[in-house]
C-alpha cells in the first residue's frame, strides 16, 4: 500500500510490462543450473585465467569486456554504490549473459525493490 493506493507488484507484473515472455521450464532449469556456477569459474572465466581463486574480485582485475559488463551491472541491473566490487550476485548475472542464459528479469527486479 502507498498512499491508501494498493498496487500489485510481482515478477509476472514487472516482465509483463517491459513485454518480457516468461522463461521456458528448461530456459528456467538452465538459469539455476548456472546460479550453481562455483566462484573458481567465475574468477577464472572473468580474469581470462589470471586467477583461480575468487577473492574480492574488482573490476580492475578483468578483461576489458567483463570490466565493462560489471559497470553497466552496477548502474543498470544490480545497483550498488560499489562500481568496481563485483557481488557474486553480480557475477553470476554477468555469467548467464555471456553463456547467453535467458534471465528472469522481472524476478531479478522484484528481488532488488524487496530487499531495500
Known amino acids: 500500500m502507498i498512499c491508501d493506493q494498493?498496487?500489485?507488484?510481482?515478477?509476472?507484473?514487472?516482465?509483463?510490462?517491459?513485454?518480457?515472455?516468461?522463461?521456458?521450464?528448461?530456459?528456467?532449469?538452465?538459469?539455476?543450473?548456472?546460479d550453481s556456477?562455483?566462484?573458481?569459474?567465475?574468477?577464472?572465466?572473468?580474469?581470462?585465467?589470471?586467477?583461480?581463486?575468487?577473492?574480492?574480485?574488482?573490476?580492475?582485475?578483468?578483461?576489458?569486456c567483463f570490466a565493462a559488463l560489471v559497470i553497466i551491472a552496477s548502474h543498470n541491473w544490480i545497483p550498488s554504490t560499489h562500481?568496481?566490487?563485483?557481488s557474486i550476485e553480480r557475477a553470476k548475472l554477468i555469467y548467464k549473459l555471456s553463456a547467453e542464459i535467458r534471465v528472469d528479469f522481472g524476478q531479478l527486479v522484484f528481488d532488488q525493490v524487496m530487499s531495500m
Open 83 to 86: 562500481r568496481n566490487h563485483v
Open 37 to 64: 556456477v562455483s566462484q573458481k569459474t567465475l574468477a577464472q572465466l572473468f580474469t581470462a585465467d589470471e586467477k583461480a581463486e575468487w577473492s574480492e574480485i574488482y573490476s580492475i582485475g578483468m578483461t576489458p
Open 6 to 34: 494498493e498496487y500489485i507488484f510481482s515478477p509476472a507484473v514487472v516482465n509483463e510490462f517491459l513485454g518480457l515472455e516468461p522463461l521456458s521450464a528448461t530456459e528456467m532449469k538452465k538459469e539455476a543450473d548456472a
